[in-house]
């Protein structure tokens, strides 16, 4: 048994004389090796460092990033959306960088009655996060908006969109880097088809630089997990809430 270390002074000498940590200290050899330690070690070395993204490949180049052909249930997910909205509600789909915040800017629009966060126009089915964020699946970072046509426009809807985001970049917004982040609007009707390419005509006389948005069919919809949903207003990162009240221009904090 280990005990304390006291310290004791010699009358010949001034010197300080430690005594032993252990109980019985016989005279040892030269040769003698500390007892090994009564707990397991471990010899793995430790890094500090974290491995830099591959912006190159997040960009979409690289035959690593592309789809196996062979990955499960392609075609199912490359399907339409079969999800059915509410009575009298219509769907649209808007993809604009990381999920979170471009969720919490349609939560506040009137008329807006659901909103989820989730994958789609990937060739995976059933994705999880970590599928997504290898780039690997081609699925984007979406959220589909369940709105009254009474109470909100598609125009209405399209004009959120632009504001939310920087549709000149390619495969990124801002920090975020992949082609999970790609700016796209998803249709499901040939009228949201037809504003949203008129919208992005208009869009592009404001601009200085190219808008790379792509405008195609709305494929199905994998729901995010749970703890995506809402994840702003629900507190973020840092456990402050942001508000959802209709009508809210407060400044949104991407990430919390």
Not at 134 to 143: A, C, I, L, Y
């Amino acid at each position: 048994m280990l005990r304390s270390l006291t310290l004791t002074t010699s009358s010949s000498s001034s010197s300080l004389v430690a005594k032993p940590f252990f109980s019985h200290s016989p005279k040892l050899p030269h040769s003698f090796s500390p007892p090994s330690l009564p707990f397991p070690q471990t010899r793995r070395s430790i890094s500090l460092h974290t491995r830099p993204m591959n912006i190159l490949k997040n960009l979409g180049f690289g035959a690593n990033n592309k789809p196996s052909p062979s990955m499960e249930g392609s075609s199912i997910a490359q399907g339409p959306d079969d999800d059915v909205p509410a009575p009298g509600q219509q769907f649209a789909q808007f993809g604009a960088g990381c999920f979170w915040g471009v969720e919490l800017a349609f939560q506040r629009v009137p008329g807006v009655t659901k909103t989820e966060v989730g994958y789609s126009q990937g060739f995976m089915h059933n994705p999880s996060y970590e599928d997504v964020c290898t780039g690997s699946t081609n699925h984007n970072e979406v959220v589909r908006v369940q709105y009254d046509p009474k109470e909100c426009s598609f125009d209405t809807l399209l004009d959120v969109f632009w504001a939310r985001h920087d549709p000149t970049t390619l495969n990124r917004q801002g920090n975020d880097v992949g082609t999970q982040y790609r700016s796209g609007i998803y249709f499901y009707t040939p009228e949201q088809e037809m504003a949203a390419r008129e919208s992005m005509e208009k869009q592009q006389k404001l601009l200085n630089r190219k808008i790379v948005s792509e405008i195609l069919p709305a494929k199905k919809f994998y729901r995010a997990e749970e703890y995506h949903q809402q994840y702003l207003a629900k507190g973020g990162r840092f456990g402050f809430k942001q508000s959802a009240e209709k009508g809210c221009n407060d400044p949104i904090r991407c990430y919390g």
